[in-house]
T-cell receptor, first 115, second 114 residues
């Protein structure tokens, strides 16, 4: 069964500093990988996704993520965070077998931005 | 396009009461999903529907039933609510593709069972 681990429950970063959120997955084949962001009281918004091809993917709001097969990781990065980036971030893995099964989510990382 | 809509936004139930959470999407997506979100647990899949007329259990289906009414609508029913079902419920949909594709989420329903 597939699984996702986000090792950091909370991360605090100063505004303007760089950010890296960690995500490790367990899956037998090449997975479909996603990062979602959830602002307080809101639904989930897709930041970026990886299906195949270039292992460095660009997303919205200046985020990027790198797929590293050897490390089973898909870490999210941003060079300079803004106060509006404070939110909950979820990494998710989907089944690349062609089915319509739901995504498996990590437990999330809560990002706090210090002024 | 409204995307994925959910009603109600908030609901308080007493133990044993029943209710139906409604979800609709206007993106002509085939697949629809119901998740629950609990603190520290991320999102967990309750049920999903790959296409109109089909439904399948997810990770945590006990205590829930679903109906895929048509291509647009996918409802979640709690027949006898329990405090353990206090949660935020999200509906999602995804377009037809070789794999799951990205999922589009509704704004959620915050349910409290007393």
């Amino acid at each position: 069964a597939q699984s996702v681990t986000q090792p950091d429950i909370h991360i605090t970063v100063s505004e303007g500093a760089s950010l890296e959120l960690r995500c490790n997955y367990s899956y037998g084949a090449t997975p479909y990988l996603f990062w979602y962001v959830q602002s307080p009281g809101q639904g989930l918004q897709l930041l970026l996704k990886y299906f195949s091809g270039d292992t460095l993917v660009q997303g919205i709001k200046g985020f990027e993520a790198e797929f590293k097969r050897s490390q089973s990781s898909f870490n999210l990065r941003k060079p300079s965070v803004h106060w509006s980036d404070a939110a909950e971030y979820f990494c998710a893995v989907g089944d690349s077998g062609g089915g319509a099964d739901g995504l498996t989510f990590g437990k999330g990382t809560h990002l706090i931005i210090q002024p | 396009n409204a995307g994925v809509t959910q009603t109600p936004k908030f609901q308080v139930l007493k133990t044993g009461q029943s209710m139906t959470l409604q979800c609709a999407q206007d993106m002509n997506h085939n697949s629809m999903y119901w998740y629950r979100q609990d603190p520290g647990m991320g999102l967990r899949l309750i049920y999903y529907s790959a296409s109109e007329g089909t439904t399948d259990k997810g990770e945590v289906p006990n205590g829930y039933n679903v109906s895929r009414l048509n291509k647009r609508e996918f409802s979640l029913r709690l027949e006898s609510a329990a405090p353990s079902q206090t949660s935020v419920y999200f509906c999602a949909s995804s377009p037809p593709a070789g794999g799951p594709g990205e999922q589009f989420f509704g704004p959620g329903t915050r349910l409290t069972v007393l």
